[in-house]
């Protein structure tokens, strides 16, 4: 449900109704009738808003939630875990939150006095000369120690509110780190994913490769025989260079994902080379059980949405200290210091002294300037509004997307598959009829070229469902429970 502003100042939070997106049980052909938006239709506005956090959704850290385990790939498993370590998107995520302690524990600092030490020795002459009448001039030499103190008192809560928009900035970039997270490892499959997929690619290459060899050899040998053509060689000749020659697009394609692998892991191309299996390795399993609903709550815990809801919040702190701005400081300063022209003396009791001095300052007029600071602070709470609603909208259609995307290649998948194994059929049959002297052998290589076509196809179709799949786990923040 969206959201808008009506009143000031507003902690923009609403619990959204259980209804599913409905990701129901996606296995073997079973797929939903209805859309994502179709079935989010939320309640009426709640009366309060919690946070996820408090709801219980709070955010799982890929490290927690292991969600690409599911593919039982050691070698992804790995890859994953070194750029856990490594990335340099997540290290930089990790200084940003340890910035934003900082500034939290700078923001509630203010709850407490500040302290001053001071000491120091003067000596001074003041000129005789400065009257009508000539005297000796006046010299002075003392020392002096001093501690000055000022409080702010927090009586109407503008420290708070400091606070309050400080950890809210806190847990906004801690929402940013696992945002950061699950994009990494996100990232890494699906990088992965797409180098084992150009392996199989290349088996399926090498197996017709050894496929039209041995035909072309045949066209050769009925051609010295005398019963065929020199074009049934031209053109077996073709088809054989051709697929030898899409090899080398192969390798360029499989060397590109390899780069960018190493800069998701933060080392060098060479030093990547070591942690994959060259041999060709079949992809996992693309068709996964995943029997859970997608409530509101659960797009809630995505990360960004999550930020979206804190950096809103933070904007309301502002909002309130802009207003607060308004009322009167009440402060406390004082000092207590000791004085004396002998060190010895400094602490007898006569050369001590004091102040202490409440302070009750309230600005009358400033020329409207905090009013204008209120109306800007409301405007960029509207943005944060706006934000929110915009991020919780693209997630409900990030999700929706990748649900759709991934089950119309299951649909996809299996069709083809019915159609690579018809057009091994259709070459089989072909060959054994050029063979027999019934048919031209424009049939065997058009055949040919049908088979390769398709299973390449199937195995990318294969390796587009496994990137949905991913997709589909980073739409949803993750891995869940």
Known sequence: MLFKYNTIPIYVNMRFNHLSLAIACIFAGIYPQLSAQEQLKADDMPQAWMYAADLGMSQTLPTDDHWWTTFGDSTLNRLITIGIDRNYDVLMAQRRIAMAKQTLRQARAGYYPQLSFSGGWTRSRSSGMTTKEDIAPTTLSYFDLGVDMNWEIDVFGKITAKAKQAKAGYNATKAEYDATMVSMAAKIATAYFQFRTIQNEMLVFSYNIESQLD??????????????????????????????????????????????????????????????????????????????????????????????????????????????????????????????????????????????????????????????????????MQIGIDNYNLTLVNAVSEVETAMSDYFFDLEYIDELQKVVDNAKESLELSLNLYKSGLSDFINVNDSQISLLTYANQLVVAKGNAIADLITLYQALGGGWQ
Request: proline share 5%; aromatic share 8%; charged share 20%.
């Open 215 to 380: 035909v072309l050899n045949k066209t050769k040998a009925r051609f010295e025989a005398g019963i065929s053509s020199k074009l049934d060689v031209t053109q077996a000749s073709t088809t054989y260079y051709s697929t030898l020659a899409s090899m080398s697009s192969l390798n360029s394609s499989k060397r590109s994902i390899l780069n960018s692998l190493a800069i998701l892991l933060g080392m060098f191309p060479e030093d990547v080379v070591g942690l994959l299996d060259e041999n060709p390795t079949p992809l996992p399993e693309y068709k996964q059980i995943m029997s859970v609903g997608v409530p509101m709550e659960l797009l809630r815990r995505r990360p960004d949405v999550v930020e979206a809801e804190y950096t809103l919040a933070g904007y309301a702190a502002a909002l309130g200290i802009a207003k607060k701005d308004f009322l009167p400081t009440l402060s406390i300063s004082g000092s207590i210091s000791t004085a004396a022209h002998d060190i010895d003396n400094l602490f007898k009791n006569h050369s001590l002294g004091y102040t202490i001095a409440p302070t009750l300052s309230w600005t009358i007029f400033d020329g409207f300037a905090r009013s204008a600071a209120v109306a800007s602070a409301k405007e960029q």
